[in-house]
């Protein structure tokens, strides 16, 4: 906080209250918890940029919080573009664990980042399928419920095009969804494939997996890993028999990952790699394996 910041300043609690809710839009708007968090510290760095006669000039903060957030990631999703073109293989959201911690080092309850449906990793990567814009009407009015007025307001475009650009958004959702499995098949389904997996029995990885699988891993040009994804059952079920990490000392963990069951393969306790999965029905549809070491912070131990 800056030396300028009053810490009596009235109203202080409710601003920085405020910082749960501008993570959690910040993740799902860009993906990132990293860059989640830079955006929340720039946006309560122009915030007390502000004199106090400033501030106190704001009708309700929150709102004002959440507009400047989201225009700073809605810039970010727009330069994100180039960005990606020089990212090395496929990228993927940032994974999260269960009751993630929005900012490293802290055990803030207020923090964390709530994990629902619109975090899930088939979510998050249809969202990145999607146009800055589509994106950021979408989960504000959507996700957050702010209404197409005050969208309009941060997007740059009529509360008419806010509501096309939402509709929009939810067809590629609608497109992209499948029928769920239950809750309890999804861990059976990822249990499964982690015994099938730690003995190499590419035959009970074929049977869990659906046709159209596709396996897709992030190693950001910083670790190995597979640089375009991998379709269909019989190359998805030999790709991971070949990587036998048990043998060479890795533990092959159950965890939740985006609110769904997940795994992480841990080296001396370090989280290596972690996989999230996509489910249809009784058959896993998609593996996203993050292996990038700069999107698995929240994991290490």
């Given at each position: 906080m800056d030396e300028g910041t009053d810490v009596s300043e009235p109203g202080l609690s409710a601003i920085m209250s405020e910082r749960r809710q501008l993570i959690s839009l910040a993740y799902r708007l860009l993906g990132s918890l990293a860059d989640a968090e830079d955006v929340v510290q720039e946006t309560y760095a122009r915030w007390y940029a502000m004199t106090v006669p400033q501030r106190d000039a704001i009708d309700n903060p929150a709102a004002w919080l959440t507009k400047v957030a989201s225009r700073i990631c809605l810039d970010l999703l727009r330069s994100a573009r180039s960005r990606r073109e020089r990212y090395v293989g496929e990228w993927i959201p940032e994974p999260l664990p269960e009751d993630s911690e929005a900012t490293s080092g802290t055990?803030?309850?207020?923090?964390?980042?709530?994990?629902?449906?619109?975090?899930?990793?088939?979510?998050?990567?249809?969202?990145?399928?999607?146009?800055?814009?589509?994106?950021?009407?979408?989960?504000?009015?959507?996700?957050?419920?702010?209404?197409?007025?005050?969208?309009?307001?941060?997007?740059?475009?009529?509360?008419?095009?806010?509501?096309?650009?939402?509709?929009?958004?939810?067809?590629?959702?609608?497109?992209?969804?499948?029928?769920t499995a239950p809750s309890a098949r999804k861990t059976e389904l990822v249990r499964a494939f982690k015994a099938a997996w730690e003995t190499s029995d590419i035959q009970a990885i074929i049977s869990l997996l659906d046709p159209d699988i596709v396996a897709t891993a992030d190693g950001g040009g910083i670790v190995t890993a597979t640089l375009e994804p991998i379709h269909?059952?019989?190359?998805?079920?030999?790709?991971?028999?070949?990587?036998?990490?048990?043998?060479?000392?890795?533990?092959?963990?159950?965890?939740?990952?985006?609110?769904?069951?997940?795994?992480?393969?841990?080296?001396?306790?370090?989280?290596?790699?972690?996989?999230?999965?996509?489910?249809?029905g009784d058959k896993i549809t998609n593996i996203w394996a993050v292996r990038n070491p700069e999107k698995l912070h929240p994991w290490t131990n």
């Open positions: 055990a803030d309850p207020a923090d964390r980042v709530t994990l629902d449906e619109s975090v899930n990793m088939a979510f998050l990567v249809v969202l990145d399928s999607m146009t800055p814009a589509e994106r950021v009407a979408f989960i504000l009015h959507d996700v957050f419920r702010y209404p197409f007025p005050e969208v309009a307001e941060i997007v740059g475009r009529t509360p008419a095009a806010c509501r096309q650009l939402a509709s929009s958004a939810r067809r590629r959702i609608r497109d992209a969804q499948a029928p269909g059952t019989a190359e998805v079920a030999a790709s991971f028999g070949r990587l036998n990490v048990v043998l060479h000392g890795r533990d092959i963990v159950e965890r939740t990952v985006n609110g769904q069951p997940g795994l992480v393969i841990e080296f001396e306790g370090k989280a290596e790699t972690v996989v999230a999965f996509g489910f249809s």
